[in-house]
């Protein structure tokens, strides 16, 4: 694997909240142009990964962007420097409507440019036109997730990072929302999940990272996964 088809890599990474260390040296990567998927029971460090490296969760470890050690860099310059983030719990702003939600989303942009292409974010989430008006808490969970997701997008970034996105929504918006990711790498974008849903998961994903106990226990191109055995694993 040619150092150019890695957008992004963490090196031994630690992380910890206060005493408690959650992250035990992780080393993983995003190939650019695919979906990279996390996967792992509750509580082994998935989420804790995407917040360090977001930096929302610091660590002196090696995060690197594009070439660019970041993990030295705020939260804010990692979203100006490209990369989309889509939390747990989608953090939608409750009291402003749909639109001004999206807007929020490009103060992330690496130029002036504060709008953005309603066509093509109401094309891929319809359902946020119509709702376009109607206050951001106001909304089903799977139409949260969908304006996260549009207001991620709105910021222009090379790697969309996305925790759960299926938690709590019924199946029909899921189907939606792979449909739409899968769009979206087939036009270059790089998407790096954690997921728990397997069925979802396999619908997108071209590399796997296992994760137990704060390490990844396992990573692998999907050709060379055990499905069953990692179904197994996930749920015990």
Same mark, same amino acid.
């Given at each position: 694997m040619q150092e150019k088809d890695i957008i992004l890599e963490t090196k031994g990474v630690h992380?910890?909240?206060?005493?408690? *260390?959650?992250?035990?040296?992780?080393?993983?990567?995003?190939? *650019?142009?695919?979906v990279t998927t996390i996967m792992g029971r509750n509580g082994v460090g998935k989420t804790t990964l995407l917040r360090t490296i977001m930096g929302i969760v610091r660590t002196k470890d090696p995060i690197i962007f594009n070439g660019e050690e970041i993990q030295n860099r705020s939260t804010f310059k990692r979203a100006k420097k490209g990369i989309g983030y889509v939390p747990q719990g989608r953090e939608i702003i409750p009291k402003l409507t749909v639109y001004e939600n999206i807007l929020i989303g490009t103060e992330s942009r690496n130029d002036s440019v504060r709008s953005f292409d309603e066509d093509e974010i109401y094309g891929l989430f319809p359902i946020l036109k119509d709702f376009r008006h109607r206050l951001g808490g106001n909304l089903s969970g799977g139409q949260q997730q969908q304006l996260a997701i549009a207001r991620a997008l709105v910021g222009k970034p090379d790697l969309l990072i996305l925790d759960e996105p299926t938690e709590g929504i019924q199946p029909s918006i899921t189907y939606e929302i792979a449909d739409v990711l899968m769009g979206l790498v087939e036009k270059g974008m790089t998407v790096l999940l954690v997921e728990q849903k397997l069925n979802f998961a396999r619908r997108l994903s071209d590399y796997y990272f296992i994760m137990d106990r704060g390490k990844v226990i396992k990573s692998d191109h999907k050709d060379n996964i055990d499905f069953e055995q990692l179904k197994n694993y996930l749920s015990v």
């Open positions: 992380a910890a909240y206060g005493e408690s *260390r959650i992250l035990w040296g992780v080393d993983m990567e995003a190939r *650019r142009g695919k």
